[in-house]
C-alpha cells in the first residue's frame, strides 16, 4: 500500500482522493505522501510544511497517524480473509496472503488479482499487488511497484535486477553497498557470505535465503474476531444518504471476508449512521435489513443498502458509519444442479423479493393468505410476502370447493353507494341482475350489514357485484326507507 | 430458377420475412392462449413470452383475467400482478386456477409511485424468476415502454401490460397489441398491431362468467298462483288435532 498514510485521510473514492484538491500527509514536519494534485503543483517527498503551503496554499495538510494507518490495514486484511484463511500483516504497509489453495476456487491467479485490485479499489485503497512463490520475495516485488512470477527460476531473475536498498536490514549499510559496487540484490548474493554475515548481521542473509526460498518461512496469520462490528469515520460531513454507500461497501468488504473466515452466513445487519457527538449529540440512525435467505457475498447486500440509503433522509449529517452482525449462521453453500430451474432458484425469487422490499416497503410486496370467513373483504387477505406460510396452513383456510362461490376478481378497497333511477340501481348505465341473489351474513359482532349480493350486468355488458343491503327494521327509522345498492367488486 | 423462386415466394427465405397476408412466424417461444379461435389469429399461436404484450382495456373487470387465465395457470410459477386498479381477491383468482401461493401483489405509494412500479416491473422482468408479470398503467411514455420491451427480452416472462383504451392511439414498442372490449357473453378483441394481416372487424370471444347452477338465473321470474285461501272447514276435522 504505497499510499496507506494518505489514503486513511481521504480515501480514493472520496472527492479528496481523485485529485480535485491536494492532500499531503506530513511526518516530523516532512512530507511523507502526497496525491497527485500535490505533485502536480510542484510539492515533493521530504519538504517541510512552509515549503508545501507556499507551492499550494489550498493544500490539506495531515499529520501522519500510526494508529488510522494499523486500522485501515486490518480493514483490507478482514476484507482478504474472502480468498484464504491465511493472511498475515508485514512490514511497511504490506499484506501478505497465502493463495496457493484458493486459485482453482477463484478462476486462476489473474482473476483472483482482479478480485483483489477491485476489492482494494472499493475499500479506498490503492496498492502494488505482486505474486511470487515464497512471501519474502512477493515482499519484496511489491515494494518495488508489484509484477507477477508463477516460478521459482522468474522470481530469481526477478530479485536479481533489483535495487540493493529494498531489504530493511541492508539500508543502514547502503553508503557500503554503493562504495563496493553492488547496486543490486543479484549482486549482492553473490557477495561472500561469511563476510556479509559479519559485516551485516544475520538478518540480512536470513532475508534474502527466504526470498530464495531455501528457508522457511513463518508468520502470524491473523485471526477473524468471533463477532462482527466495523467502524468507519467518514472525514466529511455527509449529508446525502446515497452518499454513504462508498463507506458503506467498504464494511460490506470487511465482513464478507469475516463471513467468509468463520464459514459464517448473515442473516441480519445493522448499520448505524453516527451524527454528531458533544453538544449537538445525536442517537445515531439505525438500519436494520433482514435477509431471508443468509448470504456471505457482498452484491446482494449492497444492493439492498442502496435502495434503503436512497429512501432514507437524514436528519443530520453523518460522520461515521458502523456495521454489525448481529445475526449469523453457519453457511450452507448451495448445492448446484445439474440442470438448473428455467425461473432461477427460489433463492433468485427470494433476493428479489428482498430488492423490492428495500424500495418499496414491506406493506407494498404481498403475498395471497386467504382467510376462512364467509365476509368476502374480511376473507381476502394479503400479508408482507417474507411471512412464513405453510402450504397446508394456507391450505386449510381455503374453502373445499373454490369454484362452489361466484367470487370477483376485483374487490373494491370501499363499496361505492349507487344511484338509483327508476328502481334501479345506475352505475354508467341500468344495472340489470343476472342471477339470483347470494345472501351473506354480517359479523354480528361488528357494525356490518347483512347484505344480499347480485351479479348485475350493465348495458356495456361488463359484470358488477353489487348487494343491496337489508334494513334491520329498527323503532324511528321510516319503514319505506328504500334498500341501498352498493358496488363492490368487479369481475376480471 | 432458384432467382425465379426465391421471387415468387420470399417468405421462404427467413424465418423473419413473411407476407402481408400471412401471420409471422414466432421468433420466441408461445404459450397457448387456451381459445382456439384466438390463438389462431396470432403470430406463433399463442401469447409470446420475452416481449411486451400490449392490452388496451376499456375498463378494468371487463373479463381481462377470464382471457388469460388458460396461459396463466398453464405455469407453476410466481405470477405478479403489479399495481392493479382495485385490490385482487385470492378466492376468485383460486377459482379461475390461480393458487393463493402464485400470486404477488406489488402496490405502489406517495408521488413516486409511477417510477417505483416501473423499476419494479424492470427488476422483476431482469430477475426472470417469475412466470408472468401484470402490469396496469395509465400513462407511460414511449422510451418506458421500450425499455420494459428491453427488460422482458432478458427472460421468458410472461409480460402483459394493461393500459386504457386511449393508449392505442399512441405508438408502443409491443409487437402485439390487443384492444378489448366488453360484449354480450365475452369480449370483442381488436387486433391494433400484430405481426399479420390487418383485420378489421373484432373478434368475438365467448368468455361466460364462471357461475354455478344455483345462481344462474335462466328465466325471468313469473308471476306464480297464489295458494288457494284455505276456507273454512274445508280440511278433514280428523286431520286437525
Known sequence: ?492 | MTLHQSITAPQALHPSLWLASQLAHASTRCVDTGHPTLSSQLPGGGWPTGTLIDLMLQQSGIGELRLLRPALAAGRRRIVLLQPPHPPQALALAALGLAPSQLIWIRTSGTSGSSDALWAAEQVLRSGSCGAVLFWQNHARGETLRRLHLAAHSGETLFFMLRPLAAAQDSSPAPLRLSLRPAPGGLDIEFVKRRGPQRDTPLFLPLPLPLTPFLLQRHATLDRALFAPVTARSILSELVQ
Open chain 1, 1 to 492: 500500500m504505497p499510499q496507506l498514510p494518505l489514503e486513511v485521510f481521504c480515501p480514493s473514492w472520496s472527492s479528496d482522493g481523485n485529485g480535485n484538491s491536494a492532500g499531503v500527509v506530513l511526518e516530523h514536519e516532512r512530507v511523507l505522501a502526497l496525491s497527485a494534485a500535490a505533485a502536480a503543483a510542484g510539492v515533493q517527498i521530504g519538504m517541510r510544511r512552509g515549503g508545501v503551503l507556499m507551492l499550494h496554499p489550498e493544500a490539506r495538510l495531515y499529520e501522519r497517524s500510526a494508529e488510522h494507518e494499523a486500522e485501515a490495514l486490518h480493514a483490507i486484511a478482514m476484507a482478504l480473509l474472502q480468498y484464504t484463511p491465511l493472511v498475515a500483516e508485514a512490514e511497511e504497509a504490506t499484506l501478505l496472503i497465502d493463495i496457493g489453495a484458493s486459485l482453482r476456487l477463484f478462476g486462476g491467479i489473474r482473476a483472483l488479482c482482479r478480485g483483489v485490485r477491485a476489492n482494494l479499489r472499493a475499500l479506498g485503497f490503492t496498492g502494488a499487488l505482486s505474486c511470487a512463490p515464497t512471501a519474502r520475495g512477493a515482499w519484496l516485488l511489491a515494494r518495488h511497484g508489484g509484477g507477477r512470477s508463477a516460478t521459482m527460476a522468474s522470481l530469481v531473475r526477478r530479485l536479481d535486477r533489483l535495487p540493493a536498498g529494498l531489504l530493511p536490514p541492508a539500508r543502514p549499510f547502503a553508503a557500503w553497498f554503493d562504495g563496493i559496487g553492488c547496486f543490486t540484490l543479484g549482486e549482492m548474493r553473490r557477495l561472500p557470505r561469511p563476510g556479509l554475515q559479519r559485516r551485516c548481521g544475520a538478518a540480512l542473509l536470513d532475508m534474502l535465503d527466504a526470498a530464495h526460498g531455501m528457508t522457511p518461512e513463518l508468520f502470524d496469520w491473523i485471526e477473524a474476531p468471533t463477532t462482527f462490528s466495523a467502524k468507519l469515520d467518514l472525514f466529511d460531513r455527509v449529508e446525502h444518504a446515497e452518499a454513504l454507500l462508498f463507506g458503506a461497501h467498504r464494511l460490506l468488504l470487511q465482513m464478507t471476508g469475516w463471513l467468509c473466515a468463520r464459514q459464517l452466513a448473515v442473516g441480519r445487519i445493522r448499520l448505524q449512521l453516527e451524527h454528531e457527538r458533544g453538544r449537538v449529540a445525536r442517537a445515531p440512525t439505525v438500519l436494520e435489513i433482514v435477509l431471508a435467505e443468509p448470504t456471505w457475498r457482498d452484491e446482494h447486500l449492497l444492493r439492498l443498502l442502496r435502495e434503503r440509503l436512497a429512501k432514507q433522509v437524514l436528519e443530520a449529517p453523518v460522520i461515521g458509519l458502523c456495521l454489525e452482525a448481529p445475526q449469523v449462521q453457519p453457511m450452507a453453500p448451495p448445492s448446484e444442479s445439474l440442470f438448473p430451474e428455467p425461473g432461477g432458484s427460489e433463492q433468485d425469487q427470494l433476493r428479489m423479493f428482498e430488492l423490492l422490499v428495500a424500495r418499496l416497503g414491506p406493506d407494498n410486496v404481498l403475498q395471497a393468505a386467504p382467510l376462512a370467513d364467509y365476509r368476502p373483504e374480511l376473507a381476502n387477505a394479503w400479508v408482507p410476502v417474507h411471512q412464513q406460510i405453510r402450504a397446508a396452513a394456507r391450505a386449510a383456510q381455503m374453502p373445499p370447493d373454490v369454484l362452489s362461490l361466484p367470487r370477483p376478481t376485483w374487490l373494491l378497497a370501499k363499496p361505492i353507494a349507487l344511484l338509483m333511477r327508476n328502481e334501479r340501481p345506475f352505475y354508467g348505465s341500468p344495472l340489470k341482475m343476472a342471477s339470483t341473489p347470494e345472501r351473506i351474513e354480517a359479523g354480528w359482532w361488528s357494525q356490518s350489514q347483512t347484505r344480499d349480493y347480485f351479479i348485475a350486468e350493465g348495458q356495456d355488458h361488463a359484470h358488477y357485484w353489487v348487494y343491496r343491503e337489508r334494513l334491520i327494521r329498527v323503532a324511528g327509522v321510516a319503514e319505506d326507507a328504500a334498500p341501498r345498492w352498493f358496488l363492490h367488486a368487479l369481475f376480471g
